[in-house]
């Protein structure tokens, strides 16, 4: 292991290097199960870019957190210091990030890609211009800028502070052509049209690649998310709008048409008043949109024209968002879930939205894994691995499976369930909300520095809030819905401040801001409150996943409800420790964690401690 950036080997770091040694040297799928403690980042990367510089491949790690590129980047300064070698990094971010010219900030990715592209093809974008000489070639300040990029191992935020008056992007883009690694997001690889142009941009080709995917147990909702998508009767409008304001009559005409009659086929679907959701067809769109002197293709190619010269005054175009959505809605491919809301407006106005979900992403996550030299798909709660495996598509190619034993020092973690509440619906009553009440404030108040209580939504967590806030003795904090970056900041270092005086206690969602993707730091939270199970009531896409897998693999309530809102639990549950050095109480406030099929989401060696007296035990525990 000539690249390995240790001097010593981790128990259980040494089968995860063999097998993706393995796997990088016979091709395929490897799936690892990594509890923390094991340092999975170290374990894959060392021998997949020993393979990689000795086969002429290159590695891609993705990673869903922009907090996990910096762990990757610091191995690799790790091994180039170790092993006396020059293994060129580059650090990718999205490209909105990268972007320098102002006004960008309320645009969506889609958005701000279509604005950029329309840009560069209308030679507009200052910062473009100046990184090309106008013949095919890099200026010489672009030159300048890139040879210290490949030269230094440098984060993404480190390239966009040097580049001044040029484009980060397309100077990353460029080192990417000689990088023994690139490290970006899932979108990366796993979003068909985005790889094509990533890949082809970076000079290379799938089958040269190793993709190693961090937290893989992100991936199948992350691919579910990058391929659906959805679209409104206001954001029709909207575009309506925008067409006559910049003189398209008869784009303004059509775009009418279309709201009237889909709107009307929606009013009829929801004609009764407790219908808030209901399943479509593809034709409620399609029936719409065709019609008498031009086709579907051409109206959509008018639309992105129109939508080009409205993005070159106003960035965003509400003509050009439609069009995308349309051109998506017109696939008709099965593993597509087409669903409409009945929501209001701000003005109490009704609105319907057109929503077209993706039940499964395992053709496009096997498309990735047939075509790639190997795949390795790593996490701390990647269990059960058969389901991992199965919902991504990797069964049917013979994946290998890697579960590893955690080797946490079992003295520093306590694992307990409260088996007398649970968040059961038919068992939500006064009773046992004061009883989760009363625990939850012996908890917090007896437990040292910092609490995290995670809750399964937010009308229970603040049920409960109103009725312990008073008696804890610790600063209780809330989490809001739908947090803004600066608000989450400024909330995340108020908790950290707090550990300085009594510590404090902060009350959170699965789901919400804090319960994934947050590394508290220097063992700051003591112990960490799992309120009942993260199940929310099905509605009709939940509906549609059971079913879809009910009918795929026979196992439809586990892999699209029951098993997903475990590994939820247990990241939020993962917020205590971060390394093997971190002690921690865990408690899971619910007897359902002790059923047998929802154990399997737990590693083996774990080992619950059932008590009606967590106080007590915390007391114990720390002392």
Same mark, same amino acid.
């Given at each position: 292991m000539r690249f390995f950036p240790f001097s010593t080997v981790r128990p259980g770091q040494k089968e995860m290097v063999e097998a993706v040694e393995e796997t990088c040297k016979a091709g395929g799928v490897l799936l690892v199960h990594a509890p923390t403690g094991i340092g999975k980042t170290a374990g894959?990367?060392?021998p997949a870019l020993e393979y990689a510089v000795e086969h002429d491949k290159v590695v891609v790690f993705l990673t869903p957190r922009h907090t996990q590129h910096k762990v990757a980047i610091d191995t690799v300064r790790r091994i180039n210091k170790r092993a006396g070698v020059h293994l060129r990094v580059v650090d990718i971010i999205g490209k909105k990030w990268l972007c320098k010219m102002e006004g960008i900030d309320m645009l969506s990715s889609s958005e701000f890609n279509e604005y950029c592209r329309a840009l560069k093809k209308n030679e507009s974008c200052p910062y473009y211009n100046n990184t090309w000489d106008g013949k095919g070639g890099l200026s010489k300040k672009a030159e300048s800028i890139l040879k210290s990029v490949k030269r230094d191992v440098l984060y993404a935020e480190d390239v966009h502070a040097i580049c001044d008056d040029l484009c980060p992007y397309e100077i990353i883009m460029q080192a990417a052509k000689d990088a023994n690694l690139l490290i970006g997001d899932y979108y990366h690889i796993f979003h068909e049209r985005v790889r094509k142009s990533f890949l082809g941009r970076a000079n290379r080709k799938l089958e040269d690649t190793i993709v190693v995917v961090d937290e893989a147990h992100n991936l199948p909702s992350r691919i579910r998310e990058l391929m659906s998508t959805s679209t409104s009767i206001l954001a029709i409008k909207k575009a309506e709008r925008e067409a006559e304001a910049f003189g398209y009559?008869?784009?303004?005409?059509?775009?009418?048409l279309i709201r009237k009659k889909v709107a009307e086929r929606l009013k009829d679907k929801f004609k009764d008043d407790g219908v808030s959701q209901?399943?479509?067809?593809?034709?409620?769109?399609?029936?719409?949109?065709?019609?008498p002197g031009i086709s579907i293709e051409e109206m959509l190619d008018y639309m992105e024209e129109v939508a080009d010269e409205v993005r070159e005054e106003k960035k965003r175009s509400y003509i050009g968002g439609f069009a995308s959505f349309l051109r998506r809605w017109m696939e008709e491919k099965t593993i597509y879930c087409r669903i409409a809301e009945k929501t209001k407006t701000r003005k109490g106005n009704v609105n319907y939205r057109l929503l077209l979900y993706c039940i499964d992403p395992s053709p496009l996550a096997s498309e990735v894994f047939k075509e790639a030299h190997a795949t390795i798909l790593m996490s701390g709660t990647l269990l059960p691995l058969d389901m991992y495996a199965d919902v991504l598509g990797a069964?049917?190619?013979?994946?290998? +499976?890697?579960? !590893?034993?955690?080797?946490?020092?079992?003295?520093? +973690?306590l694992e307990i369930v409260v088996?007398?509440?649970?968040?059961?619906y038919s068992k939500r009553d006064e009773k046992n909300f004061e009883r989760m009440a009363r625990y939850l404030v012996s908890i917090i108040n007896v437990s040292p520095d910092n609490v995290c209580v995670f809750f399964p939504s937010y009308e229970l967590r603040d049920i409960i809030a109103e009725m312990i806030t008073i008696s804890v003795q610790k600063e209780v904090l809330m989490e809001a819905q739908g947090m803004s970056k600066s608000k989450k900041a400024?909330?995340?270092? #108020?908790?950290?401040?707090?550990?300085?005086? +009594?510590?404090?206690?902060?009350?959170?969602?699965?789901?919400?801001?804090?319960?994934? =993707?947050?590394?508290?730091?220097?063992?700051?939270? +003591?112990?960490?409150?799992?309120?009942? !199970? &993260?199940?929310?009531? &099905?509605?009709?896409?939940?509906?549609?996943?059971i079913n879809y897998y009910e009918a795929k693999f026979g196992r439809g309530w586990d892999y699209a409800y029951i098993y997903p809102a475990i590994v939820k639990a247990q990241q939020?549950? =993962?917020?205590?420790? #971060?390394?093997? #050095?971190?002690?921690?109480v865990i408690i899971y406030m619910d007897k359902r964690?002790?059923?047998?099929?929802?154990?399997?989401?737990? &590693?083996?060696?774990?080992?619950?401690?059932?008590?009606?007296?967590?106080?007590?035990?915390i007391k114990r525990f720390f002392s």
């Open positions: 894959a990367l060392a009559d008869d784009l303004a005409e059509m775009l009418g209901a399943y479509i067809g593809r034709s409620i769109l399609i029936d719409a949109v065709e019609g069964s049917e190619l013979g994946a290998r +499976k890697l579960k !590893l034993k955690s080797y946490f020092p079992r003295n520093n +973690k088996d007398d509440v649970t968040t059961q400024e909330l995340f270092d #108020r908790f950290v401040r707090a550990v300085e005086h +009594k510590g404090a206690c902060l009350l959170g969602v699965i789901g919400g801001s804090f319960d994934q =993707g947050v590394d508290f730091p220097n063992n700051i939270v +003591k112990c960490v409150v799992i309120v009942g !199970l &993260p199940l929310e009531k &099905p509605d009709l896409l939940t509906e549609a996943m939020a549950a =993962g917020r205590a420790i #971060r390394s093997e #050095r971190d002690r921690a964690y002790l059923w047998a099929n929802y154990r399997k989401c737990f &590693p083996s060696e774990t080992k619950f401690v059932v008590s009606r007296a967590p106080a007590e035990l």
